[in-house]
């Protein structure tokens, strides 16, 4: 059975920092890149960042390049997003999912609200 299960989201303040992580079960993490999605009120859900399943390759939406990290332990199957700066405007559900490139298998965590607000 697979399973993606986020945590780490919460109640911040601007320019505060949280770190989420998603641990996968269920299938070989190592073969999937791994994805982090948000979703605000009243918006599409939209990608924030990527890692390959080696984890030799990352990448970012614009707006959160020098802010936010993504990496991933294979060992622990987790994916972690390491958020600094943070913004109201970064407020969201936080949605982990995992592609297999090879099967086309793509699976959803139930996501983590995080809110940014003084």
């Known amino acids: 059975q697979v399973q993606l299960v986020e945590s780490g989201g919460g109640l911040v303040q601007p320019g505060g920092s949280l770190r989420l992580s998603c641990a996968a079960s269920g299938f070989t993490f190592s073969r999937y890149t791994m994805r982090w999605y948000r979703q605000a009120p009243g918006k599409e859900r939209e990608l924030v960042a990527a890692?390959?399943?080696?984890?030799?390759?990352?990448s970012y939406a614009n707006s959160m390049k020098g802010r936010f990290t993504i990496s991933r332990d294979n060992a622990k199957n987790t994916v972690y997003l390491q958020m600094n700066s943070l913004k109201p405007e970064d407020t969201a559900v936080y949605y982990c999912n995992a592609f297999g490139w090879d099967t086309h298998s793509n699976y959803w965590g139930q996501g983590t609200q995080v809110t940014v607000s003084s």
């Open positions: 890692i390959t399943g080696t984890g030799s390759t990352t």
